[in-house]
C-alpha cells in the first residue's frame, strides 16, 4: 500500500513538472526579456552616462543676434557682382536691419542661417531668379562719448564695466564729469558714478555690446 502512495506522489509531481514546462513562453525560451522583465546584462557605464548625453543636449546653445551687434550680409550670383555690395549693419533698437529692396528685416532673436535664409527668399524669386546669401556676425562693439581722450567704438572682448570702458577710452579729459550716463542698447539709462564704483565694484554697472557710455563736460 505504501509502495503504491508513493508512486502516486512521483506521477502527479513529472506530470506537473511536464505542465510547467509547457506553458514556459517562447520568449523566456529564446532568451529575449519580457516588457516586465529587468535586464541585466547592460552595461553599467551605458546607464551612467544616459542622463549625461541627454543633458548635454538639452543645454546646446545656439547663438542669436541681439541689438547692437553688426551683421556682415554677403551677396554673390547676381549677372552684375556690383549690383550687390557687402552689407555690414548695427542692429537696430527695433531688432531691424534695413537691406535694399526689401527694406526691414528682423534680425533679432535669430540665427545666423535663419536670417540667411529669410532674406534669400525675400529677393527669391520676387526679385531675382538666382542669388546666393551669406550671413555672418559682425564684431561685437560698444561705445564711449563725450569726455573720454579716444571716443568711439570699442571691441567687445568679453565681460567689461563702466569703469573699464572709461580705460579702454584713455580714461577721461580733464574737463570730463565723474558722473557717467550708461545708455542700453534698448535705450535704458543707467547713471555710475566712476569715483565711487572704483571703491565699491558692486556699483561698476556691466557694459554689453551696443551700449554707450556717454562722459559729460564737467560744470564748474
Do not use: W
Request: aromatic share 8%; net charge negative.
Amino acid at each position: 500500500m505504501k509502495l503504491f502512495v508513493h508512486g502516486l506522489i512521483a506521477s502527479g509531481l513529472l506530470a506537473a513538472g511536464l505542465f510547467f514546462t509547457g506553458c514556459a513562453t517562447p520568449s523566456s525560451l529564446s532568451g529575449i526579456p519580457d516588457a516586465g522583465t529587468v535586464q541585466t546584462n547592460v552595461p553599467a557605464t551605458s546607464l551612467a552616462n544616459a542622463p549625461a548625453a541627454e543633458e548635454s543636449q538639452g543645454n546646446t546653445e545656439v547663438a542669436r543676434f541681439h541689438v547692437g551687434e553688426s551683421v556682415n550680409i554677403i551677396f554673390s550670383g547676381t549677372p552684375d557682382p556690383t549690383e550687390f555690395p557687402p552689407h555690414e549693419e548695427t542692429i537696430k533698437e527695433d531688432g531691424n536691419i534695413t537691406l535694399p529692396l526689401i527694406g526691414s528685416v528682423q534680425a533679432l532673436g535669430k540665427t545666423a542661417g535663419e536670417l540667411q535664409k529669410e532674406i534669400r527668399d525675400l529677393y527669391v524669386p520676387k526679385y531675382y531668379v538666382r542669388l546666393n546669401v551669406v550671413v555672418k556676425p559682425g564684431d561685437l562693439i560698444y561705445y564711449v562719448r563725450g569726455e573720454v581722450k579716444t571716443p568711439g567704438r570699442q571691441l567687445y572682448v568679453g565681460e567689461t564695466t563702466v569703469t573699464k570702458a572709461i580705460t579702454s577710452a584713455g580714461d577721461f579729459t580733464d574737463f570730463a564729469s565723474h558722473k557717467v550716463t550708461l545708455i542700453r542698447a534698448n535705450g535704458q539709462r543707467v547713471k555710475v558714478n566712476v569715483d565711487k564704483a572704483l571703491e565699491d565694484p558692486t556699483l561698476d554697472a556691466k557694459v554689453y555690446p551696443g551700449d554707450q557710455v556717454y562722459a559729460p563736460r564737467r560744470i564748474f
